[in-house]
């Protein structure tokens, strides 16, 4: 299913690509991707890309600007509609990250979660996933945290559908915290310190 599903929208995708890199070219210039490694699932370690959205403007130390100051016009809009993220398609058919899952993190940044972050990292990351549908940006580190380990708690085909019907209306109504399924999931984390990984 979940290859089927991929390969339609790959499909769908295919006459916007090109659409996009120009968007991206004309605005940020070369190169069209961006290229980072990110923790897969059992502890590998795969290169995922997505379009560019961000310069790499600097101050007069030569550090990088804030996100929020790097981050193009074209991007932003890339971004409100995960766009910049069609890229990652082919890795879902590579069988690197999945279409559904936590999304994939930094192997450092998964690592500072101790425990926790060895029970998040034991599935496929995914192109969308519960924290994505339950309020992404507006969440902070542990809310997702706990959104993650809930999900690959009781992880399912059902579950994985309902997710994919919610990114879909997040893509059209924009980001909204959830705030009965936050609190749901800090609950259950609570409750099961062990089979959870305890708080981050």
């Known amino acids: 299913m979940e290859l089927l599903l991929t390969l339609f929208l790959c499909l769908l995708a295919a006459p ?25 699932g059992g502890g590998q370690v795969v290169r995922l890309s997505k379009y560019r959205t961000m310069s790499d403007a600097r101050d007069a130390d030569g550090h990088l600007l804030p996100d929020a100051r790097r981050t193009s016009r074209t991007g932003v809009i890339l971004r409100r509609y995960r766009v910049d993220e ?14 559904v899952g936590p999304r994939p993190l930094l192997p450092e940044t998964l690592a500072g979660f101790g425990e926790a972050g060895v029970i ?38 059902a579950l994985d559908l309902r997710i994919l019907w919610l990114t879909a209306v997040t893509l059209i109504r924009g980001e909204r915290r959830s705030e009965p399924t936050i609190a749901a ?16």
């Not at 890229?87 to 990250?97: C, K, N, S, T, Y």
């Not at 800090?186 to 990984?197: K, Y």
């Open 185 to 200: 999931a800090s609950r259950w984390l609570e409750a099961r310190p062990r089979a959870a990984g305890g708080r981050p």
């Open 86 to 99: 069609l890229p990652q398609l082919l890795a879902i058919l590579r069988g690197e990250i999945a279409l």
């Open 16 to 40: 916007l690509a090109p659409v996009v890199a120009a968007l991206v070219a004309c605005d940020l210039g070369r190169p069209i991707l961006f290229h980072q490694l990110r923790a897969g």
């Open 120 to 157: 998040r990292g034991c599935v496929r990351p995914g192109l969308t996933g519960w924290a994505q549908v339950n309020g992404n940006t507006a969440l902070g580190e542990a809310e997702k945290l706990s959104l993650d380990l809930w999900y690959v708690a009781h992880r399912g085909t």
